[in-house]
């Protein structure tokens, strides 16, 4: 499995990874609370991405694939898009 570089961005509430196009990928809190419950902390969304780093990985692909994320932009997942990367 790849492993993603994850941090926690407390400034913008949400995780951060290279995304492969040049960019960084962002999940906000909100995303994850909407998959995994309300109460989540910030130690509980990084183990979340750490055990999914396949996921959230193949899901970033896609939206980079998708031309939906040129090379070099930042850009955020959302839960539905975390969704259909773990199914």
């Not at 396949?54 to 839960?79: C, M, T, V, Y």
């Amino acid at each position: 499995m790849e492993e993603l570089h994850l941090i926690w961005r407390e400034d913008i509430d949400a995780l951060q990874f290279a995304a492969g196009n040049g960019g960084q990928c962002f999940i906000h809190r909100l995303a994850l609370r909407t998959l995994l419950g309300p109460r989540l902390s910030p130690d509980e969304c990084l183990t979340f991405a750490r055990q999914n780093a396949a996921a959230l990985l193949g899901a970033a692909r896609q939206k980079i694939e998708a031309s939906e994320a040129p090379a070099h932009w930042n850009f955020h997942l959302d839960s539905r898009q975390i969704r259909r990367g773990l199914s």
